[in-house]
C-alpha cells in the first residue's frame, strides 16, 4: 500500500497539533510537515510533494484561498482539505475554496476540551484521507499494470463512440416536472459547473441535498444564486415548489415534499428526523418523498460523493417510473454514490459532467 503523504498547514499551534495527531494515528499516512501561513506552505508544497495538504482558510500574509488559487499553477497539485471556522464569513470562504477545487472541508470545533476536538476532526477527516488513500491506490495499481504489461500490437480501428460520451440506456417514457439532486464530496464545484448550464426558462423545480453542515448550504445557495440563471436558495418549511426555482436543503435537517392544503401545491418540509447513511440532509430522505409525490414525473440525478447515500431513494424512484441520471466515474471527484445505481443498472443515462445539464432538459416538460 502506498503512503499518503500529508502536509498540515494552519496559523494556530493548537490546530497544527490536533490536526496532525489526527493524522498520524491514520494507518498508511505520513505528516511530512507542517507550515503556520500560506507562503512557508508553497515552499514546502514545492519540497516535500505532499498528496494532500490540510489548509486554514484564514492566515496572515497569504489566505487559504490565496493558497489554492497559486496550486492551480502547480504542474502536480496536492489535494487539499480546507479546515473551516462554523461561521458565516467562514462558510462562504469555504464555498469559494470548494469552487476552486478543495477536495473537501473539515469544520474547526469551536470550544470543548481537546480530546472532544480532536475526536470531532478525526470522525470527519478520516473517510476523506479513506477516500484519498483509495484513489492513490488504485492510480498505482494501474500505472503498475501499465508497465508491466508488454506492449500490444494494434490495428487501426475507427472509434464510434467518443472515450467520455454519454450512455443513454433507455428511451424516455414521460416528461419531467421535477428534478431531485444529490450530491456531496465535490459538490459545489459540480454544481458550480453545471447549474449556470440551465436556461432561465427551465420548466420544472429542483430540489437538491448537497452534504454539509449548517450555514455552509446556505453559502452554497447564495454563490450558486450569483451564478445561475434560475433562482437558488436555501429551503425553508413551507416553501412551494414552483418551476424554475432550486431548493437546497438546509445542512443538519431533513428535507421532503409534501401536499399543500389543496391537495394540488407541493411543498417543503423541514424535519428534524434521525441522519440516514450517517447523513443529515440525506438523499435518500428526499428522493423518496419525490417518488411519493411524482410517480412517473421525475428525473433523479446522482452526483459525486463519498458513501452510497441516494441509492436506496433511486431504486424507488425507477420503480415509480422515474429518469435517473448518474455522472460517469471520470468525472467525479469520489465514485462513491453513482457507482451503485449504475451497476444496479437502474440508471437511465450515465454522462460527464459537462453532459448532465442537457441531459436534464432533455427530460424535463417543455
Do not use: W
Not at 503512503?3 to 498520524?24: A, M, N, P, Q, S
Amino acid at each position: 500500500m502506498e503512503t499518503l503523504k500529508v502536509l498540515v498547514i494552519d496559523d494556530t499551534i493548537v490546530y497544527r497539533k490536533i490536526v496532525g495527531d489526527v493524522l498520524k494515528a491514520i494507518p498508511g499516512v505520513e505528516v511530512v510537515g507542517t507550515a503556520n501561513n500560506g507562503k512557508i506552505a508553497l515552499s514546502k508544497i514545492s519540497s516535500l510533494k505532499p498528496d494532500l495538504i490540510t489548509l486554514d482558510i484564514e492566515m496572515p500574509e497569504m489566505n487559504g484561498i490565496e493558497v489554492l488559487q497559486e496550486l492551480h499553477k502547480h504542474p502536480s497539485p496536492p489535494k487539499v482539505v480546507m479546515l473551516s471556522t462554523l461561521t458565516r464569513e467562514g462558510s462562504e470562504m469555504t464555498i469559494k475554496a470548494l469552487e476552486l477545487g478543495a477536495f473537501d472541508f473539515v469544520p474547526k470545533p469551536d470550544a470543548g476540551k481537546m480530546a472532544d476536538n480532536m475526536l470531532k476532526v478525526k470522525q470527519a477527516i478520516e473517510p476523506i484521507v479513506t477516500a484519498l488513500k483509495r484513489q492513490k491506490t488504485t492510480r498505482f495499481n494501474i500505472r503498475h499494470k501499465l508497465s508491466s504489461t508488454p506492449p500490444v500490437q494494434r490495428t487501426e480501428t475507427r472509434q464510434t463512440t467518443p472515450p467520455r460520451n454519454t450512455i443513454q440506456r433507455s428511451r424516455l417514457k414521460t416528461k419531467s416536472e421535477i428534478v431531485g439532486i444529490g450530491i456531496s464530496t465535490g459538490g459545489p464545484n459540480a454544481l458550480t459547473r453545471m447549474i449556470p448550464m440551465l436556461p432561465a426558462d427551465f420548466k420544472a423545480p429542483i430540489l437538491i441535498v448537497q452534504h454539509m453542515p449548517p450555514m455552509f448550504t446556505a453559502s452554497l445557495a447564495n454563490s450558486l444564486n450569483n451564478k445561475s440563471k434560475l433562482t437558488v436558495k436555501e429551503a425553508e418549511e413551507g416553501d412551494v415548489i414552483i418551476a424554475g426555482r432550486i431548493l437546497i436543503a438546509p445542512g443538519g435537517k431533513q428535507m421532503k415534499i409534501v401536499a399543500g392544503a389543496d391537495g394540488i401545491t407541493r411543498k417543503i418540509k423541514i424535519t428534524d428526523d434521525p441522519p440516514e447513511n450517517s447523513c443529515r440532509p440525506s438523499v435518500d430522505y428526499l428522493f423518496r418523498s419525490i417518488a411519493q409525490h411524482y410517480v412517473g414525473r421525475a428525473t433523479g440525478v446522482i452526483m459525486t460523493g463519498m458513501g452510497s447515500d441516494g441509492s436506496k431513494g433511486l431504486a424507488q424512484m425507477k420503480k415509480n417510473g422515474s429518469h435517473i441520471i448518474a455522472q460517469d466515474e471520470a468525472s467525479c471527484i469520489v465514485f462513491g454514490m453513482p457507482k451503485e445505481p449504475i451497476e444496479s443498472g437502474i440508471t437511465d443515462v450515465i454522462a460527464p459532467l459537462d453532459r448532465i445539464a442537457d441531459e436534464i432538459l432533455k427530460t424535463v416538460i417543455l
